[in-house]
């Protein structure tokens, strides 16, 4: 019993550390006033960019690839911050155009280093008999981080007002297209973090389509954790245990296959549901996907 348990949180830690970074990322963007549903295809374009680095020589940096995830999750995300912040585009359209340009020119690009072996990969850390991801170390900093940024000091609250009330910071003097620029390109560079976790430790390869979803899910997540850091830890770890559940259970059953793949897509859509009725969603910043127009009301 104890060795199912164990086993059942070290696989909810694994599948829950994209997740969870994704996650911070997207709430970084949210609580700017912006909203970005191209978590998928940063994610991709950042595996990408990891396992390209990480595979070029034996003697390849991994912390050379891990910075090249986060540049081009930021590098990608910066269209969607041309198209909201700086051409006031519909933010839920470019988000998906984000998705779509990323996860198809991961996968072209990508053709290529299909079958290639990774030289070198992210090895866990054992601690102690406890065993455990650099990154999943990482994204439970982050999160702590992220937490106390956003509530004791002054950028982190700026950027609060920003997502609130972009005319009242306005009004003291806060440059609001900077700040929400700024919070977009952090949001893509953690996004290529979780990408980089799949490519350089948990697949430790490169397919196309390995992001699987993931990324639709941490969109789902930042809702579902009311756009709260600390609570997003939780989440990721629920999530990850349904996906350890989904490959437990399906080779003791006789129900299809194709049920417990689509078993936490199912299950996104009922939390949302369940965070709608409780009213959940008025926790959303009160600016979230409104371009901002100086003058405007």
Not at 185 to 195: D, I, R
């Amino acid at each position: 019993m104890d060795n199912i348990v164990v086993e059942a949180l070290i696989r909810a830690l694994a599948v829950g550390t994209p997740l969870l970074l994704a996650c911070l990322g997207a709430i970084i963007n949210e609580r700017g006033g912006v909203v970005n549903l191209g978590v998928e295809g940063m994610m991709a374009v950042g595996a990408l960019a990891a396992f390209a680095v990480a595979s070029s020589s034996p003697d390849a940096n991994l912390w050379l690839a891990v910075g090249a995830s986060m540049l081009a999750g930021a590098a990608l995300a910066s269209l969607h911050a041309l198209a909201t912040v700086t051409l006031r585009a519909n933010q839920f359209v470019s988000g998906l155009a984000l998705a779509l340009i990323g996860t198809g020119a991961a996968g072209l690009l990508g053709k290529k280093f299909e079958g290639l072996p990774l030289f070198n990969k992210v090895n866990d850390w054992n601690l102690g008999g406890f065993v455990i991801n650099p990154f999943t170390v990482a994204a439970l900093l982050l999160a702590a981080a992220l937490a106390f940024y956003l509530n004791s000091t002054r950028s982190g609250l700026t950027l609060r007002s920003v997502g609130e009330n972009p005319a009242a910071a306005d009004v003291l003097g806060v440059n609001v297209g900077a700040v929400r620029i700024w919070a977009v390109l952090a949001g893509g560079s953690l996004s290529g973090l979780a990408g980089a976790f799949l490519a350089l430790s948990y697949r430790a390869s490169w397919a196309d389509n390995m992001t699987a979803g993931l990324g639709w899910i941490a969109v789902a997540l930042v809702i579902f954790v009311g756009w709260r850091p600390l609570r997003a830890v939780l989440g990721a770890l629920f999530f990850g245990f349904l996906y350890y559940l989904q490959f437990r259970l399906q080779g003791n059953s006789p129900v299809p296959t194709e049920v417990f793949n689509a078993m936490p897509f199912i299950l996104v859509l009922v939390v949302l549901a369940l965070a709608g009725l409780r009213g959940q969603q008025g926790d959303a910043p009160a600016g979230l996907g409104r371009p901002y127009v100086r003058g405007e009301r």
